[in-house]
């Protein structure tokens, strides 16, 4: 993965996102979906420059089925914000930066 | 502000990435900006392409557009991902800026945005957008592994997507407004064959039904007007597509949907030194060879365009020597 990014997994997921003291952004992407390839550059970009205020963890829906089915996930890349061990926010399809920014204002 | 280009091409699908190449080619220096999200156009949602022509055994859709791409750069196009976000294309010299702040000069300006799905404009549909709502079959149709869905619409896409479904899904039902498809008679005659798909004929959509995921359809019958519901958990939007020409709007002249309009056969909008390519432009055929076709003439509007600007210049020149 990236560097300012993190990986999750069905295993981990409960750790990492659930119990996290910070708000956390899980990216559900797949190899095969050509617009999350697009999104993981601006990702690692937001996660670099806002690392205070957010975690951003990536989850490949191919290999942790559990935690995309749980979330309700059937169109990737959805982003789902998790604060307090709820999805707060969720955000689907590939957006450009300026907008993803301007959705997590609220966690930024 | 950085030097002012002889063009930008504003968009990078067939059309664009054709303009790219001839323009290229012709020492034009080409800037093109392709999309952060949205590179490669419409294609890059496709699976296999089977009727661009040059390609006997088809081409996947990415393949494809990943070709033109290298094809445009080997050239000497100079592309960077980013968005366009405004222009100002009255003047002589046009104007683009883009996502990262920077703005842009150039002579001339090949518009090849294309277009984007339509909606059926249900407020339920974007609710549900994600969660059992969508517009893209190749993206999204692992998500609906043995459940039935529904796909709306009756042209190739439509029968395209419906067919390509089948691979996941237990069902798919098509439902279309009129009693017979628009798709070419190869398309239909898959889809007819298909045991996994059914049709609701002279049907459209009155709702789409769920609270936090799609849990139905109500159809109208669109002869009675009678009213019922499907039991299905996801829905593809395929109705067709609209011109992304909000960029240009109020400076660009439009028809009544959107589309940009161009002078007879050539790609001429009614500002001088701007081009409109692909399906941006076209109503009617919309395919990726026709896109290209037009990103051909683009290219070959807009020299001509500077060369004539040159000559203008020329006694200008010759009186000052």
Request: hydrophobic share 40%.
């Given at each position: 993965?990236?560097?300012?990014?993190?990986?999750?997994?069905?295993?981990?997921?409960?750790?990492?996102?659930?119990?996290?003291?910070?708000?956390?952004?899980?990216?559900?992407?797949?190899?095969?979906?050509?617009?999350?390839?697009?999104?993981?550059p601006?990702?690692?970009?937001?996660?670099?420059?806002?690392?205070?205020?957010?975690?951003?963890?990536?989850?490949?829906?191919?290999?942790?089925p559990?935690?995309?089915?749980?979330?309700?996930?059937?169109?990737?890349?959805?982003?789902?914000?998790?604060?307090?061990?709820?999805?707060?926010?969720?955000?689907?399809?590939?957006?450009?930066?300026?907008?993803?920014?301007?959705?997590?204002?609220?966690?930024? | 502000?950085?030097?002012?280009?002889?063009?930008?091409?504003?968009?990078?699908?067939?059309?664009?990435?054709?303009?790219?190449?001839?323009?290229a080619?012709?020492?034009?220096?080409?800037?093109?900006?392709?999309?952060?999200?949205?590179?490669?156009?419409?294609?890059?949602?496709?699976?296999?392409?089977?009727?661009?022509?040059?390609?006997?055994?088809?081409?996947?859709?990415?393949?494809?557009?990943?070709?033109?791409?290298?094809?445009?750069?080997?050239?000497?196009?100079?592309?960077?991902?980013?968005?366009?976000?405004?222009?100002?294309?009255?003047?002589?010299?046009?104007?683009?800026?883009?996502?990262?702040?920077?703005?842009?000069?150039?002579?001339?300006?090949?518009?090849?945005?294309?277009?984007?799905?339509?909606?059926?404009?249900?407020?339920?549909?974007?609710?549900?957008?994600?969660?059992?709502?969508?517009?893209?079959?190749?993206?999204?149709?692992?998500?609906?592994?043995?459940?039935?869905?529904?796909?709306?619409?009756?042209?190739?896409?439509a029968?395209?997507?419906?067919?390509?479904?089948?691979?996941?899904?237990?069902?798919?039902?098509?439902?279309?407004?009129?009693?017979?498809?628009?798709?070419?008679?190869?398309?239909?005659?898959?889809?007819?064959?298909?045991?996994?798909i059914?049709?609701?004929?002279?049907?459209?959509?009155?709702?789409?039904?769920?609270?936090?995921?799609?849990?139905?359809l109500?159809?109208?019958d669109?002869?009675?007007?009678?009213?019922?519901?499907?039991?299905?958990?996801?829905?593809?939007?395929?109705?067709?597509?609209?011109?992304?020409?909000?960029?240009?709007?109020?400076?660009?002249?439009?028809?009544?949907?959107?589309?940009?309009?161009?002078?007879?056969?050539?790609?001429?909008?009614?500002?001088?030194?701007?081009?409109?390519?692909?399906?941006?432009?076209?109503?009617?055929?919309?395919?990726?060879i026709?896109?290209?076709?037009?990103g051909?003439?683009?290219?070959?509007?807009?020299?001509?365009?500077?060369?004539?600007?040159?000559?203008?210049l020329?006694?200008?020149?010759?009186?000052?020597?």
């Amino acid at each position: 993965m990236g560097q300012s990014t993190i990986t999750v997994t069905d295993a981990s997921f409960d750790a990492d996102v659930i119990k996290s003291d910070k708000p956390v952004l899980v990216d559900y992407w797949a190899e095969w979906c050509g617009p999350c390839r697009m999104v993981a550059p601006i990702l690692e970009e937001i996660a670099a420059e806002h690392a205070d205020k957010l975690t951003i963890a990536k989850l490949n829906v191919d290999e942790n089925p559990q935690a995309a089915a749980m979330a309700g996930v059937t169109s990737i890349p959805t982003l789902a914000v998790y604060q307090g061990g709820q999805v707060v926010k969720m955000i689907v399809g590939a957006k450009p930066k300026q907008s993803l920014l301007s959705d997590l204002s609220d966690f930024i | 502000m950085s030097e002012i280009r002889d063009v930008i091409i504003i968009g990078s699908g067939p059309a664009g990435f054709t303009a790219a190449v001839y323009t290229a080619r012709a020492n034009l220096s080409p800037l093109m900006f392709e999309g952060s999200v949205t590179a490669g156009g419409a294609l890059m949602n496709t699976t296999e392409v089977e009727n661009y022509p040059g390609f006997a055994e088809g081409i996947m859709g990415p393949a494809l557009m990943e070709q033109m791409r290298q094809q445009a750069v080997r050239f000497g196009a100079e592309i960077v991902t980013d968005d366009v976000v405004s222009v100002d294309l009255t003047s002589d010299i046009k104007q683009v800026t883009v996502g990262s702040g920077a703005t842009h000069q150039a002579k001339s300006v090949i518009l090849a945005m294309g277009s984007g799905y339509r909606e059926l404009g249900l407020d339920n549909e974007k609710r549900l957008s994600g969660r059992g709502v969508s517009w893209c079959a190749t993206c999204d149709g692992f998500f609906f592994r043995g459940q039935h869905i529904a796909v709306i619409g009756g042209g190739d896409s439509a029968i395209e997507e419906a067919t390509f479904l089948t691979k996941f899904a237990d069902s798919v039902t098509v439902v279309h407004r009129r009693d017979e498809l628009r798709a070419s008679k190869i398309m239909a005659g898959r889809a007819a064959a298909n045991d996994k798909i059914s049709f609701a004929w002279n049907s459209e959509v009155a709702d789409v039904l769920g609270d936090e995921k799609v849990s139905g359809l109500r159809l109208r019958d669109t002869q009675t007007g009678h009213e019922r519901d499907i039991d299905v958990t996801g829905v593809f939007v395929a109705i067709g597509h609209d011109p992304r020409s909000e960029l240009v709007t109020g400076q660009v002249d439009l028809d009544d949907e959107g589309y940009v309009l161009v002078e007879g056969r050539s790609t001429l909008t009614n500002l001088p030194g701007v081009f409109a390519c692909g399906d941006l432009v076209d109503h009617t055929y919309r395919q990726a060879i026709t896109a290209a076709g037009s990103g051909c003439a683009a290219a070959l509007d807009a020299e001509r365009h500077l060369a004539a600007l040159e000559d203008a210049l020329r006694p200008l020149a010759d009186a000052t020597a």
